[in-house]
């Protein structure tokens, strides 16, 4: 499709210019074979990508005719696979390394070395703005925005300038909305949300009792008030789930503090392992509760604390309705699938143990339930494929189910929440709120995909009673991630209630990028001068290395600075265009205001990287030097030299983990040689702009707001 294309030579032009680019562009908008059409311009790729959807990509490189793309999921890279050396990395998914503390992060970090990187996500931001930087640190310098406005990546984070932030990276990243595109045809259903609605998972009076019951548990193995709130929040979470989802999970408390009993008596903690078993690795938890178990004694506990502790759990068992009890929310979801029997729907739930009771509810009828990398129907449990095959079989290009095994209804985890065709559906019930608002947009990409006959996509909001988010907070925390999404330049994100929330700082960019990419090169660059506020807005064009980056600067007076808001740069360039010609020269102050944006972002460009990562580095190179001079080993300081330039021209951050281990390893001539040969190589020439057009008011509007 025509916006595919143009995503692809996009991201393709940031891929030779920076060796990497990130495509952001909204769920379903088809980022795979944007990929696919990229990879087949490399020798080499492999596309590093979740275990869920690897029959996804593989019928994709299949449906293209792509045989150079090799496959390896993210879960091989966290148990430390090794990565093949390819020309490209695709990284699909790739808000899964946002987090560079895990083994994963690290793994490919490491790999990527000469490597250019393509990643991809429809929300690069899922908490805070440091998930945006952490990925474009796996190809870029700190100091590789600075041309842009940005002389620190890392600096720009602290400091929480997001719209500074967003606008310097968007020459790396291709971020584009439904709305966006209105040149494509055939695009994804737009969505039509639903009335939020609050049935508890329980009567009210029993929701009452159980949380005045949850508000008196005191969590005594561990000691620290934070993780005592996180293991509170958890519970909560579940009971907003349903009745036996927070049964099961008070039921691994009482375990785990009668096992803590067990070995406090003994003089003994609890093992990592054993921890391990009772709490499994569940989803929304987000907390480690087994390093709780190394880090805190529990013989330092008092028994008495524990055993009050196992009375409160024991009596709140006891509280829980039984299995067959009323379920208000249970309820409310049979009548919205009874409405909708002749459309497909996905229920998104937090735990497999809701999903199921759900399923049970439901009597089976035409139900799938995946989650836990497990697939059920009534009849039993099934591959996950196959149940995924029986809702959307059109999406998952399969033969359409026999009659009596087909199904309407898919209940899922967020297992199913990520990258899955499933577009033969248009509806999706949100019947748990997540943490994030990134898994609310993922959901709804299900559905709202390439691909969809439907013109409409039903989205139906389930959240927590008041009574138990005045606990969660959840609805509020969902708010602030999606605000801070929005300043960096995500294409689109969800609130509690409004399914696709368009980022209009985007709208406003991809309107002036139009016009940055129309300017043509010539000998002398084209420049008029209109009547209008004291303003001018120029075309320009970086050159770096035999790459060409376009970047439209819009400057305004009162005081003179770049206006890096989209929506007042497009005003202004509008106002500029509409204007009529004037005879007077460019204003002075405008022309050296430029000057001088130029050269403070050459000079910071020049200056390197000023991480602290790169500052030890440094340090260190000059501290080996230092001894290599004393001993007069002529060849490590020729080596040594050849290092601090690399480290000054910038490193990735996995460039920088792997020299400081080998410098900290004292690694022998050989060996840093060869991490030599495997780094980018250095910046060839100085970057240079050139001015392709300029439009410049003459202050005779006073103000450019």
Same mark, same amino acid.
Request: proline share 6%; glycine share 6%; hydrophobic share 45%.
């Given at each position: 499709?025509?916006?595919?294309? /143009? ?83 695709? %990284? ?24 250019? %990187? ?6 690069? &931001? ?10 474009l640190r796996l190809f870029a310098a700190d100091h590789a925005f600075a041309l842009f406005g940005v002389r620190s990546l890392e600096a720009a984070t602290g400091a929480r300038v997001y719209r500074e932030l967003g606008r310097a990276t968007a020459p790396a990243i291709v971020a584009r909305s439904r709305s966006t595109l209105d040149t494509a045809s055939h695009l994804p259903p737009a969505v039509r949300d639903g009335a939020i609605m609050r049935p508890p998972p329980v009567t009210p009076g029993k929701l009452t009792s159980l949380l005045r019951m949850t508000d008196a548990l005191e969590f005594p193995p561990t000691s620290e008030k934070q993780a005592a709130a996180l293991l509170r929040l958890h519970l909560l979470f579940r009971l907003a789930s349903s009745a036996t989802a927070?049964? /099961? ?41 087994? =390093? ?8 330092? $506990? ?28 249970? *309820? ?14 996905? &229920? ?5 143990? *809701? ?13 799938? $339930? ?13 591959? %996950? ?19 009596? *095994? ?7 985890? =967020? ?7 499933? /577009? ?14 990134? *898994? ?28 138990? =988010? ?19 330049? $995500? ?12 980022? %209009? ?55 003179? /600075? ?43 460009f020049e200056v390197g990287p000023v991480n602290p990562a790169a500052r030890r580095l440094g340090r260190n190179i000059m501290g080996e030097a230092y001894i290599a001079s004393g001993l007069r080993d002529y060849r490590r300081l020729y080596i040594l030299d050849r290092l601090l330039d690399r480290v000054h021209a910038g490193l990735t951050v996995g460039g920088e983990r792997e020299l400081a281990g080998l410098l900290a390893a004292q690694s022998g001539h050989k060996t840093l040689t +060869? ?14 702009? +050139? $001015? ?14």
């Amino acid at each position: 499709m025509l916006h595919q294309g /143009q995503a692809a030579r996009r991201a393709r032009a940031s891929l030779l210019a920076l060796r990497g680019a990130l495509v952001a562009d909204a769920v379903g908008l088809g980022k795979t074979y944007v990929a696919l059409a990229i990879a087949t311009t490399y020798r080499t790729a492999t596309a590093l990508v979740p275990a869920a959807i690897l029959p996804q990509w593989r019928r994709a490189c299949e449906g293209v005719g792509s045989s150079t793309v090799s496959l390896l999921s993210h879960e091989a890279l966290s148990h430390g696979c090794y990565i093949p050396p390819s020309e490209l990395l695709i %990284v699909d998914e790739a808000h899964r390394f946002r987090n560079p503390l895990t083994r994963r992060y690290d793994t490919l970090a490491r790999a990527v070395k000469l490597a250019h %990187v393509l990643l991809l996500t429809a929300t690069p &931001v899922v908490n805070r703005a440091a998930d945006l930087v952490n990925l474009l640190r796996l190809f870029a310098a700190d100091h590789a925005f600075a041309l842009f406005g940005v002389r620190s990546l890392e600096a720009a984070t602290g400091a929480r300038v997001y719209r500074e932030l967003g606008r310097a990276t968007a020459p790396a990243i291709v971020a584009r909305s439904r709305s966006t595109l209105d040149t494509a045809s055939h695009l994804p259903p737009a969505v039509r949300d639903g009335a939020i609605m609050r049935p508890p998972p329980v009567t009210p009076g029993k929701l009452t009792s159980l949380l005045r019951m949850t508000d008196a548990l005191e969590f005594p193995p561990t000691s620290e008030k934070q993780a005592a709130a996180l293991l509170r929040l958890h519970l909560l979470f579940r009971l907003a789930s349903s009745a036996t989802a927070f049964r /099961q999970t008070v039921r691994k408390h009482l375990v785990y503090i009668e096992r803590a009993l067990q070995e406090a008596r003994s003089g003994n903690q609890l093992s990592r392992a054993r921890a391990r078993r009772i709490f499994g690795s569940e989803y929304e938890l987000q907390l480690q509760l087994c =390093d709780l178990a190394e880090r805190h004694s529990l013989t330092d $506990v008092d028994l008495e604390s524990l055993d009050r502790e196992r009375s409160r759990l024991s009596n709140l068992l006891k509280e829980l309705p039984s299995k067959s009890g009323a379920d208000p929310k249970a *309820t409310v979801l049979a009548r919205l699938i009874k409405r909708r029997r002749d459309h497909k729907t996905i &229920v998104f739930t937090a735990a497999v143990a *809701t999903a199921l009771d759900l399923a049970h509810s439901l009597s089976w009828h035409r139900v799938a $339930v995946v989650g836990a990398g497990k697939g059920w129907i009534a009849s039993g449990r099934i591959p %996950v494929e196959e149940a995924l095959a029986l809702f959307a079989p059109k999406a998952r290009r399969m033969p359409e189910p026999h009659t009596a *095994t087909r199904v309407t209804t898919l209940i899922a985890t =967020d297992f199913a929440s990520e990258g899955l065709d499933l /577009q033969d559906a248009d509806g999706v019930v949100h019947y748990d709120l997540p943490w994030t608002p990134l *898994t609310l947009e993922q959901r709804i990409g299900r559905v709202v995909r390439l691909g969809s006959k439907h013109g409409v996509a039903d989205v139906c909001w389930f959240a927590p009673p008041h009574a138990i =988010d005045r606990r969660l907070q959840i609805e509020a925390r969902l708010a602030e991630k999606a605000r801070c999404q929005l300043g960096v330049g $995500v294409p689109a994100t969800t609130l509690v209630g409004k399914g696709h929330l368009i980022n %209009v700082m985007l709208e406003d960019r991809e309107r002036l990028g139009r016009g940055a990419v129309r300017a043509e090169s010539g000998t002398r660059p084209a420049f008029a001068v209109v009547q209008g506020p004291l303003a001018a807005a120029l075309a320009i064009r970086w050159a770096v290395d035999g790459s060409d980056i376009p970047e439209l600067i819009v400057l305004r007076n009162q005081p003179l /600075q770049l206006e890096t808001d989209y929506a007042l740069a497009d005003t202004i360039l509008r106002r500029l265009l509409s204007a009529e010609l004037s005879p007077a020269a460019p204003p002075n102050e405008l022309v050296a205001g430029f000057l001088n944006l130029v050269r403070r972002r050459l000079a910071d460009f020049e200056v390197g990287p000023v991480n602290p990562a790169a500052r030890r580095l440094g340090r260190n190179i000059m501290g080996e030097a230092y001894i290599a001079s004393g001993l007069r080993d002529y060849r490590r300081l020729y080596i040594l030299d050849r290092l601090l330039d690399r480290v000054h021209a910038g490193l990735t951050v996995g460039g920088e983990r792997e020299l400081a281990g080998l410098l900290a390893a004292q690694s022998g001539h050989k060996t840093l040689t +060869q991490c030599l040969d495997e780094l980018p190589p250095a910046r060839r020439s100085r970057p240079t702009p +050139q $001015v392709l057009a300029a439009l410049f008011g003459d202050g005779t509007e006073r103000t450019a707001n």
